[in-house]
């Protein structure tokens, strides 16, 4: 059978259209999609599903492998490597041309296999649907395929059940929904057939609806089917996701404009280089491959690859720290973050309720034991007085049961044990009127007890007594259990009370109601979704950092602002915001306050998108962690989405960046520490190559100036180029982190790449291996007999490879780092050290570099002179070891 197009605004006719469902009455809205309690007839969904669309989430085109290829090729800086590896096949260079190709492919490779992201994102988006619905058509029931769903269908829900649309409920019998995929609510919503009184109310409180994509997990429930494929509140989520738009890091971005930048100087460099030649009498046809030479030197080829692989190797270090990298400039992005925006629910907390404070009938807070008959009574009640199944290791139920029967197991009530001992003959489930839920278990010594549990509230109204930890049994008196309440409430617990009644027979006339009057309360219970043991200190290493995290979650503000608390988010309410009061605010008020915000509570979806577009409008860089489905459009717009791997839906995974897959937030740290240190050793990169560069230029350019002939020949840069950049500045990927860098600010979003005297750094040093240059070859020339361009070519060569040592830290000596602190590094010097000996004394490497055997004064005059370099950077870091010694609150970038 044949599927029509999926649904979507455009398909949807107005006679379907049902704006706020959850306020209309469920008799109004059967009236206004026409339809009846025993469903469609099979003729009239036909219809509809042929007028409406499908229940599915669309497919976009997908895109060609040649248009992902050529996407690869739009970076300017790689249309620069891709001209200069043009001319260094016109000028012979075969080597370098094949090395120049290679980097570009393989950085075209690892951009095609990232274009798959969106589809994958969109795939997880379709799969999560139930894949089939049980509807009620001509009064039948019956399965089909969820896709066949229309608008006006009635489904029926069990637990374990997926809702397959967007319903409003017109039947539920203890209805709960797990909704925190879609909202970010921990608990279960309960459900009700009520309309809600409020149009806007967030997601998490329309009781009334049951949204596409989350799980029925306790009681069952009728509803209408209002909204299908991207007309459903999921479907506005896949619309969200994909117009979210590409974000570049701030690596791509400061490469894009120093590859512009590069560009139009090499060029600039070429036509200065051959005009200054020409004017001195110069062959024109040696300066022009002379100065092409040097435009072709000037360009940094393995800027791409130093990147690629440096991230690389980020990544597979990561992985060892449980952090899966799924595009690979998000490492580094990490460490230009200035806010962390992250969920609550099962990324700062365990997404497990667990029972945190106990306290018995007379609301003495106490230890839950077996010591005392006051603490038995509550121990038994819950342990039994639940519908937990499974083993301990992986039990079913609603999340507050389970935790109630943890805790009881924990303290020495065996449920199983205890099942045998009191055997459950009879109950009164939950519904959402009485908010109460009781069991009836047949005493050991006969007789009965009854168990009640719901609201402490809702318990202290019906209560008459108290047993208090030592089993004494009192008149129950109110003041202290709402003190309780009170306290425990504000700490964000939820507070639950357990009350009971003893029988000598059970009720003849089964009117069991009467068992929920004139209870004897045993104990109260305190329950969270407590945040991860490591989370504060997380936090803390953040801030330390310069980091600010904030919380956006779908809980209640209460839960929210307390937990945020306690992991030191935020300490005031003036510094939380509901989504309410967001909706309130215009983009332009918004952004005035957000940088103030460290809490969100109740917010949808569209919301979480609008404070990361907001905070990266004030030039923020925004990390947003999550796992849910609700997530994903935020994780997409961020300038890095972090996403769950064991908590995490599908969703968010294919969304996100980066995947945490121990679902610890902890892992966050050494991800940012690891992300400021890629760019530091890019940066590192730069600064070594770019001065060597600009060492060759100066060298070049003012030896005319100063009267004296073209120091180098085409293949002297060329070759220097080759080795210098290469080897060494790869091995500068390795390098380790520096000791400061998670006590220093995030480098400002837009700060240049050659911020923190960079710039300056490679003007003054490479006009210093220029000068060591132009010294030695007049000093050479003036002796008459010496080979003075051999003597260039090696002091050009080696002073780059002392800049390389003296680079490997901004501030500290080489001495105090020590020599094999990066092994790699330093094998690559004596690497380039022996190449180099090598093209000078191997007798036929010598007519193919135009080299000159150097005596051994010759070449202890080029060892001296190229040291001068290493000496100059190892003193400019002394006086900025010196500046900052004198100034200690001094920022370091």
């Known amino acids: 059978m044949s599927r029509p197009a999926p649904a979507s605004p455009s398909t949807l006719p107005a006679l379907f259209a049902l704006p706020a469902a959850h306020t209309v009455a469920p008799e109004d809205v059967l009236s206004h999609l026409k339809t009846t309690p025993n469903g469609l007839s099979d003729a009239e969904a036909e219809r509809r599903l042929t007028e409406i669309g499908s229940n599915v989430l669309p497919e976009g085109e997908p895109r060609t492998l040649p248009a992902m290829v050529l996407d690869q090729f739009k970076d300017f800086l790689i249309l620069l490597l891709l001209g200069a590896a043009v001319i260094s096949g016109m000028l012979g260079e075969i080597a370098d041309t094949i090395a120049i190709l290679v980097i570009v492919v393989l950085n075209a490779v690892i951009g095609v296999v990232q274009e798959y992201r969106a589809e994958r994102a969109m795939e997880a988006l379709r799969q999560m649907a139930g894949e089939t619905a049980t509807v009620r058509r001509d009064g039948r029931v019956f399965e089909i395929s969820a896709s066949r769903l229309t608008v006006g269908d009635v489904v029926l829900l069990d637990a374990g059940r997926v809702v397959p649309a967007d319903l409003r409920l017109i039947e539920s019998a203890g209805l709960r929904a797990a909704e925190a995929a879609l909202t970010g609510e921990s608990l279960p919503v309960e459900k009700y057939i009520d309309a809600v009184d409020e149009a806007d109310v967030p997601l998490g409180d329309r009781t009334s609806m049951a949204y596409k994509g989350t799980q029925i997990v306790y009681g069952r429930g009728v509803g209408i089917v209002t909204a299908v494929g991207l007309l459903t509140e999921l479907g506005k989520i896949a619309h969200l996701l994909g117009t979210t738009g590409d ?73 060892k720290t449980h952090t899966l990298v799924r595009k690979l400039p998000a490492v580094e992005t990490l460490g230009s973050v200035t806010y962390i925006c992250t969920d609550k629910t099962g990324t700062l907390t365990l997404n497990q309720m667990t029972v945190e404070h106990v306290a018995a009938g007379d609301a003495s807070v106490g230890t839950l034991g077996a010591d005392s008959e006051g603490w038995t009574w509550l121990g038994r009640a819950l342990a039994i007085s639940n519908d937990v199944t499974g083993d301990r290791e992986s039990l079913i139920g609603d999340p507050t049961e389970i935790a109630f029967y943890r805790i009881a197991a924990e303290s020495g009530f065996d449920p199983t044990a205890l099942d045998e001992d009191f055997p459950r003959w009879a109950e009164i489930p939950f519904d959402s009127e009485r908010k109460l839920m009781t069991t009836v278990h047949a005493l050991p010594g006969g007789g009965y007890a009854s168990f009640t549990k719901g609201a402490a509230e809702t318990i202290m109204e019906r209560s008459i007594g108290v047993i208090s930890a030592d089993g004494t049994e009192s008149a129950f008196d109110r003041t202290a259990g709402d003190r309780l309440v009170g306290e425990w409430s504000a700490e964000g617990l939820r507070v639950l009370g357990f009350g009971m009644r003893r029988l000598n027979s059970l009720p003849a006339d089964g009117n069991y109601d009467e068992l929920e009057r004139n209870l004897t309360i045993i104990g109260y219970t305190g329950l969270v979704d407590p945040p991860r043991a490591e989370a504060a200190q997380a936090v803390d290493t953040c801030k330390t950092a310069g980091i600010v995290p904030v919380m956006i979650t779908g809980d209640h503000p209460a839960t929210a602002l307390a937990i945020a608390r306690r992991l030191g988010i935020a300490d005031s309410p003036e510094q939380m915001m509901t989504g309410a009061e967001l909706d309130d605010l215009d983009l332009h008020h918004f952004e005035q306050r957000v940088e103030d915000i460290r809490v969100y509570a109740r917010v949808a979806p569209e919301q979480k998108l609008k404070i990361v577009r907001a905070l990266q409008d004030r030039g923020e860089y925004v990390a947003m962690t999550g796992d849910g489905v609700n997530d994903a459009p935020a994780l997409a717009r961020a300038d890095i989405g972090v996403a769950m791997g064991i908590t995490g839906t599908d969703v968010a995974k294919e969304a996100a960046d980066m995947v945490l897959l121990d679902d610890n937030f902890s892992s966050i740290v050494g991800s940012m520490r690891e992300g400021r240190r890629i760019f530091d050793n890019i940066r590192k990169f730069i600064k070594y190559t770019m001065t060597s560069n600009s060492g060759e230029i100066w060298t070049i350019l003012l030896a005319p100036l100063v009267g004296l002939p073209v120091p180098l020949l085409p293949i002297h840069i060329l070759w220097i180029n080759l080795v210098t950049d290469g080897l060494p500045g790869l091995a500068l990927a390795s390098e380790p982190h520096e000791k400061n860098i998670m006590q220093r600010a995030p480098r400002a979003p837009k700060e240049s790449i050659f911020a923190d005297g960079l710039g300056i750094h490679l003007l003054w040093v490479g006009l210093l291996m220029g000068g060591a240059s132009l010294l030695t070859q007049a000093y050479a020339i003036s002796f008459g007999d010496m080979h003075w361009q051999t003597m260039v070519f090696t002091v050009l060569c080696l002073s780059q490879m002392g800049h390389a040592m003296a680079v490997r830290s901004d501030r500290e000596s080489l001495f105090r780092q020590g020599l094999l602190s990066n092994k790699p590094l330093l094998g690559a010097v004596a690497l380039t050290f022996a190449l180099q000996m090598a093209v000078i004394y191997v007798p036929f490497l010598q007519p193919v570099f135009k080299t000159q055997a150097l005596t051994l004064t010759e070449l202890v005059v080029a060892l001296g002179i190229s040291s001068i370099v290493f000496i100059a950077v190892e003193i400019e870091k002394l006086f900025k070891r010196r500046r900052e010694a004198a100034t200690p609150l001094a920022e370091t970038a």
Do not use: N, W
């Not at 005009?275 to 022009?288: Q, S």
């Not at 002379?290 to 597979?316: C, D, M, Q, W």
């Open 247 to 319: 974000v570049k890091t701030p690596l791509q971005k400061r490469l894009a404009q120093f590859g512009k930048g590069l560009g139009v100087a090499a060029i600039a460099l070429c036509a200065i280089v051959f005009a200054v030649g020409i004017m001195r009498g110069e062959d024109p046809l040696v300066m022009f491959l002379t100065a092409v030479s040097l435009a072709v030197a000037a360009v940094p080829e393995a800027l791409p690859a130093v990147a690629t692989i440096t991230l690389a190797l980020g990544a597979r270090k990561l992985v």
